[in-house]
């Protein structure tokens, strides 16, 4: 059975986007991107909700010939367009860059993938990772917690019917406070 990952860079207050989608707190340092770097290549699979999949379709597909792209950043482009991804959307009707579009019950699907026989999934996107998170199927939490309050916006952990219990699996801090958390779903 695969292993699900949820993670994702939150502000201090549990937001991984603040009011009007912005996101513009949350610029990695590169050592922080080469975090992310080693955890899309450790991964197989990468799932999106719409939201989290318009936000990275619309710069990372050209994010390594910008003119001001840093080496990580471009890297990180790179390895984005390779990673295989689906897409949960009952919105959009195509997609591109190595990815499918699943527009039936993500639950349903999510749970197909992770009994199949291959290497760990990525989950992104708080609606997405919400519907997974109370089905159960969250297997580890990834929150790279960034030294900023916005007050508002799209919370990280949405409602939960039922208390999940972790263990924690790995700390790290980043150039300007940015602290890695990571954690296992106790079973």
């Known amino acids: 059975m695969r292993k699900l990952i949820y993670g994702m860079n939150v502000t201090l207050d ?31 699979l990468s799932l999106y ?4 999949w318009e936000t990275m379709s619309s710069h990372w597909p050209t994010g390594d010939q910008q003119p001001d792209a840093t080496p990580a950043e471009i890297e990180f ?3 984005w367009r ?18 499918r579009l699943v527009t039936g019950d993500a639950v349903t699907e999510i749970t197909r993938l992770k009994a199949e026989d291959d290497g760990p999934m990525d989950i992104g996107g708080a609606t997405l990772a919400g519907a997974a998170m109370r089905a159960g199927l969250i297997d580890e939490y990834t929150l790279v917690t960034v030294p900023v309050l916005v007050g508002g916006g799209t919370p990280f952990f949405t ?23 990571r954690y296992e779903t106790r079973r």
Not at 14 to 43: K, N, T, V
Not at 82 to 99: A, E, L, R, Y
Not at 165 to 179: I, Q, S, Y
């Open 159 to 181: 409602a939960l019917d039922s208390w999940v219990n972790l263990n924690l699996v790995e700390t790290r801090t980043f150039p300007g406070g940015a602290l890695l958390t």
């Open 49 to 52: 909700g719409r939201k989290l």
């Open 82 to 99: 390779g990673m295989p991804k689906v897409v949960f959307s009952s919105t959009i009707d195509k997609v591109d860059w190595n990815t």
């Open 14 to 44: 549990g937001y991984i986007a603040a009011a009007g989608d912005d996101i513009g707190w949350g610029r990695p340092s590169d050592e922080l991107f080469q975090c992310w770097h080693d955890g899309m290549r450790a991964s197989s």
């Open 77 to 79: 482009a790179r390895l």
